[in-house]
């Protein structure tokens, strides 16, 4: 149990261009999810954390109108880089919780993001 | 606040050989512990967790990790290493009393490779 399921695994896409990440739940109701960013050789950096049916909070210096989030259901959040940029290249991972095991979090795939 | 701090950016060690791999924390309560391990190009996978009781923890794999509340250290280690444990391995912590942050915080990872 407790499967959360990151789409795409790799997605390659032009400068200017926006992507849509989808993060969903597959076994549990996500009230929380969470999307990290990952450097390489590098820990998580949370980007922001979002509760379902509210708007997300961001963490300090992370542009909130260039990763939109949307947590519309509770199996469901989306990323999308707007206008994405090749600084923007790096790995995308989002991490869900729910109230019956609020202890751990439960972890996508990752997606690979290379903006060329 | 709260920090985990992973000394070494890599490990290495002969198949067969014990491992382990270090970590420490810094939090203002009780703390949840844990180790996660990513393979390349993938999410993060758990691998165990400390709440309370017994300072040695069992969790997947074959891996154990002690908690020394005296160190502030959480060190993850296991008896004979493989091949297929090279890995990267993030230690994080959060804090356990309620109004407590639910966000863990990440160390930066050790990189485990194993020889053959």
């Known amino acids: 149990g407790a499967v959360v399921s990151q789409h795409p695994s790799r997605v390659i896409c032009k400068s200017g261009t926006s992507v849509k990440i989808e993060c969903r739940s597959l076994d549990f109701q996500a009230t929380t999810m969470f999307w990290y960013r990952q450097f390489p050789k590098q820990s998580l950096m949370l980007m922001a954390t979002?509760?379902?049916?509210?708007?997300?909070?961001?963490e300090q210096g992370v542009e909130k109108d260039k990763f939109l989030i949307n947590h519309a259901s509770l199996t469901l959040s989306t990323l999308t880089v707007t206008s994405a940029h090749p600084e923007d290249s790096s790995f995308y991972i989002c991490s869900a919780r729910y109230e019956g095991r609020s202890t751990e979090a439960f972890f996508g795939q990752g997606t690979r993001l290379t903006v060329v | 606040a709260q920090s985990v701090a992973q000394p070494e950016d890599q490990v290495n060690v002969a198949e067969g050989n014990p491992l382990t791999v270090k970590c420490t924390y810094s939090?203002?309560?009780?703390?949840?512990l844990f180790w996660y391990v990513q393979y390349p190009n993938r999410g993060l996978q758990f691998l165990l967790k400390y709440i309370t009781g017994d300072n040695l923890v069992k969790g997947s794999y074959g891996f154990e990790a002690e908690f020394n509340k005296s160190q502030t250290s959480f060190h993850l280690k296991k008896p004979s290493a493989l091949v297929s444990d090279s890995a990267l391995y993030f230690c994080a912590v959060r804090v356990l009393e309620s109004g407590g942050s639910y966000i863990p915080t990440f160390g930066r990872g050790t990189s485990l490779i194993v020889h053959p």
């Open positions: 939090v203002s309560g009780n703390p949840y």
């Open positions: 979002s509760n379902e049916g509210s708007k997300a909070t961001y």
